[in-house]
């Protein structure tokens, strides 16, 4: 299966859902473009991707779960706007970030916004669908503990920021809030909408955590590695902000004193040079530490790929199998 | 009744439910400490006395709302510490604001996290209630509503800063959305969970409406007028902050141009002297332009008690009635 296209065929389904929640005409304009401003530079959808196909895979049809699809991409876009605020970043999806553009009140508040839409477009699924209380309950259940786990997991992040002894068990706890607990989300309201049995739903949650976990792991490893033009952020720029990625987790516990020393010189200094970065990068890769996290990331999608083995053949079974395998191998 | 020792009743009813909700146990404990800084620090809990009441006044029992007023609290908590961030504003209920303590990437998080509760303390209190299908989503239609409509009208007042022109109208249509929606979802919720009628239900939110705006307006009076030992902020920073207050809106278009130039002496400026201020404040009471904002916040107290006409007679009824008075007679 060619999965760039299903991807492409997911996002065409739910983008003019996603337009239906956050219209052009929402007042006042400003609030209208600050919220669009991410959801209109692109994305892959992968969330709702994952709410779609889910609820598929376990004998639901793509537009049971549409509402519940767009939510997804709201939320995802709620805590980019909020992350970038926190991180100090100024380009994402090779625009600008909101509060760059329109300042962090601005910011703040078209994030919120976003956030408040997921659950009147959740709530609009339940009502469409006619779900009885108690799936409806767990669909909100889902989506605001997922909420939560990810305030948590961002808080984590946010910490680490100032320590140079963060173990790796810490990294993943932080990282699975931070990018797992959404996918997890993802993948179970699409189950739920779907009206998989409590073994199916289970594995579908399972299955969205490993890829997610995974897919930050190959950001880190993009961030690093990747091109710049495919990837949309200034590569090297984890290591200027100094993120506490699992290669640098990996790298500062491994290297050599010498090498170290290297890293040190580029690791969260905003004014590394250009060079300074290079060297940096050279550490990494001669250390092992972005094989390490590559190889990390596909033992996790090998593991999510057999929580699938619960789900009876077909088309959206073979785009789950297929996401998985396109988390590692992207290069954006 | 003494509304102040009712008010002290409901809080003593919620508080154990906020803290069973935002327990000091959440990790990492700086998010703990964060989320529930300005919810220790004290407050009125209106919004979920508000909530408990309505639920009472149309004939249920105050528990059946529990779970949703402390929702409620934590809902307004997530506005405030945004609110402060975006306002630049250091002290609320005689505390450091949470980002001064914690910095502003702690305080967005806190807000987030917060947020992120409320749809799940709402969905335990259906679930509690077995709420039918159609009331669950009215409950979590009138939330996320409240909370998007809040999202507008703190934009607008963003937007408002940096104009002079600012008309009564539009600062109506603010405050509206920014402390109306989600009183008005206090009362409404409230009466959703108490199996209200349309008819109560409506009056009820029109309730709720009614006494959050004049709750605005005499929040902007006090600011000018009351006592900073009461009041727990700092008199005449509205001013010094530049925020279109009525108070500020009136006395701009009424004010002869002498007077309007001692105001915008002390008007948006951080440094004005504590003398300019007095002064600014002189010409505010001199023209009427404070008594103007009073009067306005009366009437609206009227109409809001004219709508309870259609609930029969009851402590909660009383009550109710008594909190719409307090909102305009209060000195903090």
């Known amino acids: 299966m ?9 996002a065409a389904l739910v983008e003019p859902e996603i337009d239906r929640w956050v219209p052009r005409e929402i007042q006042p304009e ?16 992968l969330r709702p991707c994952l ?23 709201m939320f ?21 970030t909101v509060h760059v553009i329109w300042g962090e009140p601005i910011a703040i508040i078209a994030g919120d916004a976003l956030f408040a839409k997921v659950f009147e477009a959740a709530a609009a699924n339940a009502s469409r669908l006619k779900l009885n ?10 989506l605001s503990k997922a909420s939560f786990e990810l305030c948590q997991g961002q808080a984590l992040d946010m910490l680490f920021e100032s320590r140079d002894d963060v173990t790796e068990e810490e990294y993943m706890r932080m990282i ?10 993802a993948a179970k309201a699409g189950a739920l909408l779907g009206n998989a049995d409590g073994k199916k739903l289970q594995a579908l949650a399972s299955y969205g955590r490993l890829i997610g976990v995974a ?26 902000e100094g993120k506490r990625t699992l290669i640098i ?29 290079r060297e940096a990068i050279g550490v990494l890769k001669r250390i092992g530490a972005i094989d390490y996290v590559a190889e990390r990331a596909r033992k996790l999608v090998a593991e999510a790929k057999r929580k699938l083995e619960v789900l009876p053949d077909s088309r959206a079974k073979e785009a789950l199998l297929g996401i998985a395998d396109f988390v590692v191998e992207r290069e954006f």
């Open 2 to 10: 060619d999965v760039l296209k299903y991807l492409e065929e997911c």
């Open 30 to 45: 400003v609030l209208a473009k600050a919220m669009r401003h991410l959801i209109e530079a692109g994305g892959k959808r």
């Open 51 to 73: 709410a779609l196909t889910a609820c598929e895979a376990v004998g639901g049809k793509k537009e049971d779960a549409i509402e519940t699809a767009a939510a997804l991409e």
């Open 76 to 96: 995802h876009n709620f805590t980019l706007i909020h992350d970038d605020i926190m991180d100090h970043d100024e380009f994402r999806r090779n625009v600008k």
């Open 133 to 142: 209380l108690e799936r409806t309950l767990e669909l909100f259940n889902t």
């Open 176 to 185: 699975s809030g931070k990018t797992g607990a959404l996918t997890e989300a």
């Open 215 to 240: 897919f930050q792991m190959q950001d880190d490893v993009l961030g690093v590695w990747g091109k710049q033009e495919k990837f949309g952020k200034p590569i090297g720029s984890d290591i200027r």
């Open 249 to 277: 987790v990996r790298a500062l516990t491994t290297a050599s004193d010498e090498d170290r020393g290297v890293l040190l010189k580029a690791f969260g200094k905003s004014h590394a040079t250009n060079e300074e970065i």
